[in-house]
């Protein structure tokens, strides 16, 4: 085996400890491009019992290497999308409720990884798949997400499109002036209709087979990676 990651799923409200991990790392992240005031990084959603974490660790010594979050619609927890974007388009939460309605929504947020893994494709493939891949086991319909300029072309090939309802064709000044988000969302989890076709068979893989490991590729880097991701709903 090569580098040996665990990629696990698991609700928030069920491991405080690994939650405060989760956020501490990603702060420490923030704070290296200067970037310390930012919707997804507050913490209440810890005690949110609509977020499932995803958390990237090495298994040698269980250290965090990335993470992300999904966020399930509820009209009590505004979805971080919600927060972020209200005040440059206020419809957003018009646009998120009409989704709600019509099969249920929520987000993948939160979305990190750490400096040393920097070029493996921890966050912007490995665990985006793995947010994806989550929506079968939740109540939901669609995905939104609020995404980096450098980030779009690889969130688009995970099945998304861009959210042209919202801002200028999608786009907004976040989390700061000069850097520009771009909102898109995927229209139906179930048939990833839109998605990159390697993208859309390894989800697939990983919704029939949640607990399964992998040998995935990524420029000059291979990385084992033991997917975890059977979630506790009991």
Known sequence: MGNLIRIRAFRAIDDEHSCNLYAKEHMDVLKIFGITKITTANNSWIKNPNVYVIMAERVSDNQPVGGARVHLYH??????????????DPSVKDLLSRHA????????????NSRDVAGWGIGTMFLSRAGVSLCSQLPMRTMHVLCAEHTIGITLEKGF?????????????????????????????????DARDVD??????????????????????????????????T
């Open 75 to 88: 009209e009590d927890h505004p979805l971080p999308m919600d927060v972020a974007v209200k005040d440059f």
């Open 101 to 112: 309605k019509n099969g249920g929504t929520g987000e993948i947020c939160g979305l990190w």
């Open 161 to 193: 499109v861009i959210e042209e309802e919202l801002g200028n064709k999608g786009t907004f000044f976040y989390p700061k002036e000069g850097l520009v988000a771009t909102a898109a969302v995927i229209n139906d989890v179930t048939t990833l209709s």
């Open 200 to 233: 859309r068979n390894i989800i697939m893989s990983l919704r029939e087979h949640p607990q399964q490991t992998r040998t995935e590729t990524n420029n000059e880097h291979t990385i084992d990676i033991r997917y975890e991701l059977k979630l506790d709903m």
